[in-house]
């Protein structure tokens, strides 16, 4: 919100940044990036998948409680 209505942004806090790591799947890009604090996701770009969204990036799973268990699970490197 701008100042023009009487409103102003607070910058985030520490606390509520949020994980994210880009590497790769199977030799394709991939993100994992923590969705809520202790819950992970791992993403692959994969435009030619029938599964892509729009965007050209599957979903590979969710639910991990940390990095290191979302890239174990889905050989994120």
Do not use: F
């Not at 890009?29 to 029938?50: C, F, I």
């Not at 799973?61 to 268990?69: C, D, H, I, Q, V």
């Amino acid at each position: 919100m701008s100042a023009e209505n009487g409103s102003a942004s607070t910058p985030p806090t520490s606390a509520g940044v949020l994980g994210s790591r880009y590497g790769t799947c199977d030799g394709k890009a991939a993100l994992a990036r923590e969705t809520s604090p202790g819950s992970w996701q791992v993403k692959m770009h994969d435009p030619s998948s029938p599964r892509a969204g729009h965007d050209g990036w599957v979903m590979i799973g969710s639910g991990w409680s940390t990095l290191a268990e979302a890239a174990a699970a889905t050989g994120l490197s």
